[in-house]
C-alpha cells in the first residue's frame, strides 16, 4: 500500500518537471514532508474539454461521485492496479478521470518479528521528484452542497528495492508515460507494471513520521542490524 508520501518541491518545479505545461497558480502552497490520507495534496489532471493540464489540491481519500452515505463511505487512499478497472467504487474514474500526484518520495513500514515497524523513505536516487498513479472523483456532499474533489492512489508489485519491506508500493509512471495516463484512453493497463529498482533509493527513517503531525523533514537513522 501506499499511506505517506513527500511533496516538499514548490508546486512550479513540479510543473516544470513534469514538462506538461502544467497551468497552476500555487506558488505559496506549503510543503508536505509527511503528507496523509485526509489532507489536500497536489495532483494534476486533465480536462479533456477544454485539453488544459492543472495542478490543484485534492483530498486524499477516493469518494466516488455516486456515494449517498452523508460522511462519503470508506474514502480508501489505495486502488489495486488488478483490480480498478473492475471494482465499482474506481472503475469509472479510472476510465475516466487519472491523475498523477507528483512526489518527492513516499515512506513503507518494514513489520519486524517482536519490535516496532520501522519506517523507510523511497524516492528516486537523482532526488528528481516522480509521478505517482492515481484516480479522483468530485462528490457533492450532502449536507453542505458543497462540491469536494478526492483522489487514490494506484499500487502494483513491489520492485526488487521495495519488496524487501512491502510486497505492494505505489504505481510510478515514467516521464513517457504522462501523456498516455492523463490522457482519453479507457484502460492504460500496461503502463501499470512496478518502476525499475535501479533508479531508486531507501534508507530507514525516525519513527517519528508515525504520526502525520511531525510534518518536518523526516531524520534518516542508523541501519538495524540483527544479533547474531
Known amino acids: 500500500m ?17 514538462g506538461m505545461g502544467v497551468r497552476e497558480g500555487l ?31 485534492l483530498r486524499w481519500g477516493l469518494i466516488p461521485y455516486w456515494c449517498d452515505d452523508p460522511k462519503g463511505g470508506r474514502k480508501p487512499i489505495n486502488a489495486k492496479c488488478e483490480t480498478v478497472r473492475d471494482l465499482p467504487t474506481f472503475r469509472e474514474a479510472y476510465r475516466r478521470r487519472r491523475c498523477i500526484v507528483p512526489v518527492d518520495g513516499f515512506f ?15 524516492a528516486m536516487q537523482d532526488g528528481a521528484p516522480f509521478a505517482i498513479a492515481g484516480i479522483w472523483e468530485n462528490w457533492k456532499e450532502p449536507a453542505s ?11 502494483t508489485d513491489a520492485n526488487e528495492l521495495v519488496a524487501d519491506i512491502h510486497d505492494r508500493m505505489p504505481l510510478i509512471l515514467a516521464p ?36 502525520p503531525e511531525n510534518d518536518d523533514p523526516i531524520e534518516p537513522i542508523e541501519e538495524a542490524t540483527d544479533a547474531a
Open 145 to 155: 452542497g458543497e462540491w469536494i474533489r478526492t483522489f487514490a492512489i494506484i499500487t
Open 27 to 57: 506558488h505559496n502552497y506549503p510543503p508536505r514532508w509527511n503528507g496523509a490520507p485526509s489532507q489536500d495534496l497536489l495532483v494534476i489532471r486533465r480536462n479533456h474539454a477544454a485539453g488544459e493540464i492543472s495542478l490543484d489540491p
Open 108 to 122: 513503507e513500514w518494514k513489520a519486524i518479528k517482536g519490535r516496532i515497524r520501522q519506517p523507510y523513505a523511497i
Open 2 to 18: 501506499c499511506g505517506r508520501v513527500i511533496q516538499s518541491s514548490g508546486p512550479l518545479r513540479y510543473a516544470i518537471v513534469d
Open 176 to 211: 513517457d508515460d504522462y501523456a498516455r495516463w492523463l490522457g482519453e484512453e479507457a484502460d492504460p493497463r500496461h503502463l501499470m507494471r512496478p518502476f525499475p529498482a535501479g533508479l531508486m533509493r531507501m534508507w530507514p527513517i525516525s519513527t517519528r513520521v508515525n504520526k
